[in-house]
């Protein structure tokens, strides 16, 4: 099926240089680029994302102040001063 791809000038002198020194036309050498990208592009997302690699700590741990996230300025500030009251 064709297909038109606009490409600026450094871009098809590259394609053209490739496509001579591996003998072969310039839209094969665009395919196998789309090939490889491909590629890339699904070993990426096969990759674990970070949520998969910490999910079975999530919820992990049972404790501790139910309030950290809303007072981390409060708290934050009070540590600061108890740290230059013993330096």
Same mark, same amino acid.
């Given at each position: 099926?064709? $297909?038109? %791809? +606009?490409? !600026?000038?450094?871009? /098809?002198?590259? #394609?053209?240089? $490739?496509? +001579? @020194?591996?003998?072969?036309? @310039?839209? /094969?050498?665009?395919? !196998?680029? #789309? =090939?490889?990208?491909?590629?890339? %592009?699904?070993?990426? !997302? /096969? +990759?674990?994302?970070?949520?998969?690699?910490?999910?079975?700590? #999530?919820?992990?741990?049972?404790? =501790?102040?139910?309030? $950290?996230?809303?007072? &981390?300025?409060? &708290?934050?500030?009070l540590?600061?001063?108890n740290?230059?009251? &013993?330096?």
């Amino acid at each position: 099926m064709p $297909l038109t %791809v +606009r490409v !600026d000038v450094k871009t /098809e002198r590259l #394609i053209q240089r $490739l496509a +001579r @020194k591996r003998g072969r036309t @310039k839209s /094969e050498v665009i395919r !196998d680029a #789309i =090939g490889v990208f491909a590629k890339q %592009v699904e070993a990426q !997302d /096969e +990759r674990e994302r970070p949520y998969e690699k910490a999910r079975d700590l #999530i919820g992990s741990v049972h404790g =501790g102040p139910s309030d $950290l996230s809303s007072h &981390t300025g409060k &708290t934050f500030r009070l540590m600061l001063s108890n740290s230059h009251r &013993t330096a």
